[in-house]
Nanobody, 117 residues
Framework: QVQLVESGGGLVQPGGSLRLSCAASGSIFIFNVMGWYRQAPGKQRELVAAITSGGSTNYADSVKGRFTIARDNAKNTVYLQMNSLKPEDTAVYYC???????????WGQGTQVTVSS
């Protein structure tokens, strides 16, 4: 069993920054990919960024150049640094683990990010 606990969400003005963290516990070593998804009201959940145990990264086109995903394997923690935030980034952000990019075996509980003036 794997538990994922997110933190770092909140309210920020457009152009601001936030850093999300996700601490994983349990049998995390069997999963190659950790990632972040988001779901805005009335929209489908979408992949924001993913990172493999070797450090390879994938980003949604909408966040490239603004968001950075990083992973600390020793701490079983994944981070999402979000800069130049826009109102359209407003969503619940979910941490995930899985065997490959786009594969999800476990979800976190989600953390709300609201970008508004």
């Amino acid at each position: 069993q794997v538990q994922l606990v997110e933190s770092g969400g909140g309210l920020v003005q457009p152009g601001g920054s936030l850093r999300l963290s996700c601490a994983a516990s349990g049998s995390i070593f069997i999963f190659n990919v950790m990632g972040w998804y988001r779901q805005a009201p009335g929209k489908q959940r979408e992949l924001v960024a993913a990172i493999t145990s070797g450090g390879s990264t994938n980003y949604a086109d909408s966040v490239k150049g603004r968001f950075t995903i990083a992973r600390d394997n020793a701490k079983n923690t994944v981070y999402l640094q979000m800069n130049s935030l826009k109102p359209e980034d407003t969503a619940v952000y979910y941490c995930s683990v899985g065997g490959g990019v786009g594969d999800v075996d476990y979800w976190g509980q989600g953390t709300q990010v609201t970008v508004s003036s």
